[in-house]
């Protein structure tokens, strides 16, 4: 059985840092694209970043471009999301997904996701 475990959410003030992670486990991560999304309330499920397999490729939405960094350790069958100059429009769930197929690169829809985590909070606020 496939699973996803995000942790590393809380509150933070703006210009704040958190480290999110994500442990999965159930099948061999190291054939899977990953990608972290957020939902804020009453607003959709939006990209944040994903990476490739091999973590060579990443990519990120312009609204976080230069303050979020994404990796991946293959060893630990865990990704990371650095979170940097947080401001209160970050403020959401974050989530974690895995993709079997890689998605088109400089993408980032929830659609080609196949495995989701339960997802952990974020609160950027003074």
């Known amino acids: 059985q496939v699973q996803l475990m995000e942790s590393g959410g809380g509150s933070v003030q703006p210009g704040g840092s958190l480290r999110l992670s994500c442990v999965v486990s159930?099948?061999?991560?190291?054939?899977?694209?990953m990608g972290w999304f957020r939902q804020a309330p009453g607003k959709e499920r939006e990209g944040v970043a994903n990476?490739?397999?091999?973590?060579?490729?990443?990519y990120y939405a312009d609204s976080v471009k230069g303050r979020f960094t994404i990796s991946r350790d293959n060893a630990k069958n865990t990704m990371y999301l650095q979170m940097n100059s947080l401001k209160p429009e970050d403020t959401a769930m974050y989530y974690c997904?895995?993709?079997?197929?890689?998605?088109?690169?400089?993408?980032?829809?929830?659609?080609?996701?196949?495995?989701w985590g339960q997802g952990t909070q974020v609160t950027v606020s003074s």
């Open positions: 990476i490739y397999p091999r973590g060579t490729s990443t």
């Open positions: 997904a895995a993709a079997r197929r890689t998605p088109r690169f400089g993408t980032l829809f929830a659609g080609d996701y196949d495995y």
């Open positions: 159930g099948y061999t991560y190291t054939t899977y694209s």
